[in-house]
Nanobody, 125 residues
């Protein structure tokens, strides 16, 4: 079992930026497809971004495309989510997830084996 720990959340004004980190232990992140999900208060968990194991495939929810970037640093065994031009509707708990299976639909959280504890992102107006 791999353990994922998120960090980097906080309070930011609309239009600002945050960089979330997901540190993995147990195995290298290059062995997994990695993703970020978020869940706002009173709402269902939703897909944000994903990075394939090969590192050459990225996927983004329409709501964040062009503003968020998912990346991986294999040397640090860490996955990042760079969030720019933040909006109040981005306010949510953000969760890192990993999957060891080779092929699957990345937008469904049930396809992921490992989850972090989450980090809160709050965007003020």
């Amino acid at each position: 079992q791999v353990q994922l720990v998120e960090s980097g959340g906080g309070l930011v004004q609309a239009g600002g930026s945050l960089r979330l980190s997901c540190a993995a232990s147990g195995r290298t992140v290059s062995s997994y497809s990695m993703a970020w999900f978020r869940q706002a208060a009173g709402k269902e968990r939703e897909f944000v971004a994903a990075l394939g194991r090969s590192g050459d495939n990225t996927y983004y929810a329409d709501s964040v495309k062009g503003r968020f970037t998912i990346s991986r640093d294999n040397a640090k065994n860490t996955v990042y989510l760079q969030m720019n031009s933040l909006k109040p509707e981005d306010t949510a708990a953000y969760y890192c997830a990993g999957a060891s299976r080779p092929y699957f639909n990345v937008i469904y959280g049930t396809n992921y084996n490992y989850w972090g504890q989450g980090t809160q992102v709050t965007v003020s107006s």
